[in-house]
């Protein structure tokens, strides 16, 4: 889930840079400070913007910098546990299938997939069901949802585990599609009713 999240911080801001616009300075070095970074309240934080520096700024006699209290917006990504998404499949493995969440990736393992047994195709790099004939391979668009998040301090430490078996995820096709034991159930045909009674 995307949203902005209003910050409060207190920046050092050293002597090389009081040539600049102070917004400025203030807005690279907290980009440099939170930009790509994970907080495991806040999630990833993507940007930040609208930086204002709430009055003056102090000066510690003997540190060559000013230090100013800051306001400022940041856009954060959170994924949430039980949240839908929709994705692209961005890689293909053996043991399942790595999707883009944006700023992130999140694997769908191969027993997460779709109720059936798969079999992986190295040669074309895809899951193909057994029974259900569903296919998965790169660059699929799927629906899928959160099952576990674990944020650690980097983007490739972070774990998203993501299934599609319930009903109403996968492939668009897959969703539309009647079960198996749907598409095999004989249709009874339905006899008129007999009335009774009369004259």
Known sequence: MYYVNSCRDRVRLPAQCFSMKLED????????????????EAGLVLAVWNVKAAGDG????GDHA??????????????????IVEADVSEIVE???????GPLEGLVHLSQIANDFLTFNKKTMSFSGKESKKILKKGDHVFAKISTVSLKGSIPETKIGLTMRPDGLGKEEWI???????AEAPKKEKKPKREEGGE
Do not use: H, M, W
């Open 25 to 40: 300075a203030l807005t690279q070095i907290l980009r440099e400070k939170y930009e790509r970074r994970i907080d495991k």
């Open 58 to 61: 102090i000066v510690i006699p």
């Open 66 to 83: 000013a230090y100013y209290d800051v306001s400022f917006d940041a856009l954060c990504y959170l994924p949430q546990v039980n949240e």
């Open 95 to 101: 043991f399942g299938a790595f999707l883009s969440l």
């Open 176 to 182: 539309g599609a009647p079960k198996k034991e749907e």
